[in-house]
Structures are given as C-alpha cells and as structure tokens.
C-alpha cells in the first residue's frame, strides 16, 4: 500500500507504539524522504516541523526507537510504527509523551531481561544460576512456587497472594526460557482459545 504524502502537503502523521506493551509512545510526521530513511536504516527518523530537517529520534540523547512493524491505516495517510526504546521516548525523561506510565506489559521487559541474564552467562545472577542448575530443578521451582500460590489464595492477604503470584510467574518465565518457548506464543494459544 502506498502513502498519500499529498493530503498533508508532504507530511503524514506517525503514531510510534512499543512493540511489546502496545502503549503510545509518541506522534511525529514524517514525508517521503524520513518514511524511506525510517525504513532503510530500522530507526524511527521524522520530519521536523520545528528544525525544517530529517530527524531521527534519538540522534543527540541516544534514546533511539528501533523499528520492529510498519503498518499503514486503511485512508493510506497515518503510519503505525511499532518500536523497540532504547530509553525514554519523551525528553522528559518519561517513557511516553503522553505521560502514561504503566505496568502493563512490563511482563515482556521481565522476559527480556531474563532472557539477557541467561544469554550473557551472568554468574552473580540468581535467574541464571537457577537456569544452569538444569530444566527439572527450574520446574521444580515453579512447583514449589504454585503451592504458595494456593496456599496463599486460601488467605486473605491480598499482599502476600500478589507477592507469591509475581514469584509464580517469574519462574514460569525461566521455565519457558528452558523450554525455548516465548510469551506471545503462550498469548497465541489463548488468544486461539478465546475464538
């Protein structure tokens, strides 16, 4: 599908998402020379109203925005970019421009880092020294953190059942990076469900 750069006098507006959260980062513009940079190089680059130049988010702060999806609205004149930070997206320091700070979908964030613990053989990590000890004493542990669970539900601390749930899918989440298995796929199977 192709952009109408046309309907806004070169520019098209650009709605940068997190590729894992879903959460608005920020609107920019862009014209045809920053969408084909943009694609080009993986970083989200805009056409500044302000500065009259191509700008790349990112470009003095280092806080970048990597391009992971592109996707055009069905008029042909709005970009949905879907994008990885590599820090806050606002120059205030904040996560979103629109101020929204969330623990929505941080789940990805915990996988991530999980991920990267394991990857880089970090021997001061509890998370990697659990995945080194093998898949049975991983699953072990999430056994044992199940029970909690239950034991904790027939309670009525609300404080300690959210602790012992946090602790539950923590190690699910070590469990399904031993399995080679990721959470969208978990997402996939539910969201297949849900039909």
């Not at 980062?25 to 020379?33: D, F, H, S």
């Not at 280092?62 to 609205?73: G, K, P, Q, S």
């Not at 997206?89 to 880092?113: A, R, V």
Request: with cysteine.
């Amino acid at each position: 599908m192709q952009i109408n750069f046309n309907k806004g006098d070169g520019l098209v507006p650009v709605i940068i998402q997190n590729s894992n959260t879903l959460q608005v980062l920020m609107l920019g513009y862009m014209n045809q020379e920053a969408y084909e940079k943009t694609k080009k190089e993986g970083l989200v680059t805009f056409f500044s109203r302000s500065k009259n130049r191509l700008w790349t988010k990112g470009e003095s702060s280092e806080n970048y925005l990597r391009v992971e999806d592109i996707a055009i609205d069905c008029d042909s004149d709005t970009i949905l970019i879907k994008a990885t930070q590599d820090g806050p997206t606002c120059h205030t320091g904040s996560t979103s421009c629109f101020k929204e700070e969330t623990s929505k979908g941080f789940i990805y964030q915990l996988e991530k880092t999980i991920a990267q613990r394991i990857d880089e053989d970090d021997p001061n990590s509890y998370t990697n020294n659990l995945f080194k000890r093998g898949i049975n004493k991983v699953a072990q542990k999430v056994g044992e953190e199940a029970v909690e669970v239950v034991i904790e539900a027939k309670d009525d601390n609300d404080d300690l059942f959210k602790n012992e749930m946090a602790d539950l899918l923590y190690h699910t989440l070590i469990l399904m990076k031993a399995k080679n298995i990721e959470l969208e796929e978990i997402e996939k199977v539910l969201m297949a469900r849900n039909g």
